[in-house]
């Protein structure tokens, strides 16, 4: 299988707190992207990072990569409420057109 | 808005009895995706097309077909449900060039077996 695992599987925080997902996979890739699904939704695409980027910032959010590694981090800053959702790590291999999902980390805030 | 739908919402459907989920797309993708998600498991690949051309999965069983007829509809045909097809069925699209490679997602169509 091209994806490997993401810690923790479950995450419950306050309010305020930063959030942080890990992500591992197998193969070579040519980009890692950071999804985020409400519960009994579709997936909404958060942050994409190319294999020779170390690192990405959109709003709240702070994506590391390290290829030598096969891993990945999801940072979530001052995180709220509205930030309770599932979040899926996702490849593209080199040299394919798919991109495989892990496992998920489930993300709790409480008020 | 351009976007990704998916209908119906949900479809419940009799064990054996074949059933055709669709999805159409406004974003004038050339790539589809069909994924299923039970629950609180990983979006797991079917198949997607590259403009016309079909790639299967290796791992989805023969049950699972699909059309795409043009560049905005594509359908996911189950042929005979069972019991263990019961999952969320998410359709995504993407355009594939060297800049672009993020999935746009339906709301998906949440499908029960009976």
């Known amino acids: 299988s091209q994806q490997g695992e993401e810690d923790p599987q479950a995450l419950s925080i306050q309010e305020g707190e930063n959030a942080t997902m890990n992500c591992s996979y197998k193969?070579?890739?040519?980009?890692l992207q950071w999804y985020r699904q409400n519960s009994g939704r579709g997936l909404v695409h958060l942050i994409l990072?190319?294999?020779?980027?170390r690192e990405k910032h959109s709003g709240r959010l702070r994506v590391t990569l390290d290829t030598s590694k096969k891993s990945s981090s999801l940072l979530i800053t001052a995180s709220r409420a509205a930030d309770t959702a599932s979040y899926f790590c996702?490849?593209?291999?080199?040299?394919?057109?798919?991109?495989?999902f892990g496992a998920g980390t489930r993300l709790f805030v409480k008020a | 808005d351009a976007m990704v739908i998916q209908n119906p919402r949900y479809q419940v459907t009799q064990f054996g009895k074949p059933v055709t989920l669709s999805c159409s797309q406004t974003?004038?993708?050339?790539?589809m995706y069909w994924y299923q998600q039970k629950s609180s498991q990983a979006p797991k690949l079917l198949f997607h097309?590259?403009?016309?051309?079909?790639?299967n999965e290796a791992d989805t069983p023969d049950n699972f077909q699909s059309r795409r007829p043009n560049t905005s509809f594509c359908f996911l045909d189950i042929r005979s449900p069972g019991l263990g097809d019961a999952a969320m069925y998410l359709c995504?699209?993407?355009?594939?060039?060297?800049?672009?490679?993020?999935?746009?997602f339906g709301s998906g169509t949440q499908l029960s077996v009976l």
């Open positions: 974003l004038n993708h050339n790539v």
């Open positions: 995504a699209t993407s355009r594939r060039d060297s800049l672009n490679e993020k999935l746009f």
């Open positions: 193969t070579s890739i040519n980009n």
């Open positions: 996702a490849t593209d291999a080199t040299g394919g057109f798919k991109t495989i």
């Open positions: 097309y590259y403009d016309k051309d079909f790639n």
């Open positions: 990072i190319r294999s020779n980027e």
